[in-house]
């Protein structure tokens, strides 16, 4: 079984510029996540979609971040304009469906830095 | 609300002898928990998950961990360090729906040869 997808691993931008990231969920997965991870904190939910509409976005900067599930599959993740403190890792992760208390897969994530 | 604190942010341990890397949680109703490890530059891969069955849950690599909660904890142990344990380990609390999921601070395991 494929695992999760993501694209790009890594990415340097200076700020003020836009980065889009792309997730590929495993096959079948209704819920789809993006978390976003500085370095040496916990990762924090940005956003988590149910087939293609949004559960929870309640701690996505929506100024400048925004993200997409158009067809319940995979996902993109955008950030524009870019900030400093936008330097992390951006994990997406899959699960079955919305009631589901089991675990997440995960991608490898793409790290951002910005300079 | 759900939350987990990870009250070690580093544990360091020589090869073969026990590890202890402790999570409490808080959650105003029966949680299910997770333990996840990330090894440098990998995604996250569940280690474990206690979902109200047994107390006592053991999990990949020779890893358990207990919910007590009487102590509101979910200490995660494994009886001997190897060098390939080396990583970054998290405690996770689900939310109220299930299917939400709270990350802790993580805890980096040092292993000395």
């Known amino acids: 079984e494929a695992g999760v997808a993501q694209s790009p691993r890594y990415k340097i931008i200076e700020k003020r510029q836009s980065v889009a990231f792309w997730c590929n969920p495993i096959s079948g997965h209704a819920t789809l996540y993006w978390y976003q991870q500085i370095l040496g904190q916990g990762p924090k939910l940005l956003i988590q979609?149910?087939?293609?509409?949004?559960?929870?976005d309640s701690q996505l900067p929506k100024d400048r971040f925004s993200a997409e599930r158009l067809k319940g599959v995979d996902s993109t993740l955008k950030i524009q304009p870019a900030k400093l403190e936008d330097s992390a890792v951006y994990l997406c992760?899959?699960?079955?469906?919305?009631?589901?208390?089991?675990?997440?897969?995960f991608g490898e994530g793409s790290r951002l830095t910005v300079l | 609300a759900q939350s987990v604190t990870q009250l070690d942010s580093h544990v360091s341990v020589s090869e073969g002898t026990p590890v202890l890397l402790r999570c409490n949680y808080s959650s105003s109703y029966s949680p299910s928990l997770f333990w996840y490890v990330q090894h440098p530059n990998k995604g996250l891969q569940l280690l474990l998950k206690?979902?109200?069955?047994?107390?006592l849950v053991k999990g990949i690599n020779g890893f358990e961990a207990e919910f007590k909660k009487s102590e509101t904890s979910f200490h995660l142990t494994k009886p001997s360090a190897h060098m390939s344990d080396a990583a970054e380990y998290f405690c996770?609390?689900?939310?109220?729906?299930?299917?939400?999921?709270?990350f802790g601070t993580g805890t980096s395991l040092t292993v000395i040869p």
């Open positions: 206690y979902t109200s069955a047994a107390t």
């Open positions: 992760a899959s699960s079955p469906g919305l009631v589901y208390t089991g675990e997440l897969f």
């Open positions: 996770v609390v689900s939310g109220t729906t299930g299917n939400q999921f709270y």
């Open positions: 979609f149910q087939n293609n509409g949004v559960v929870d």
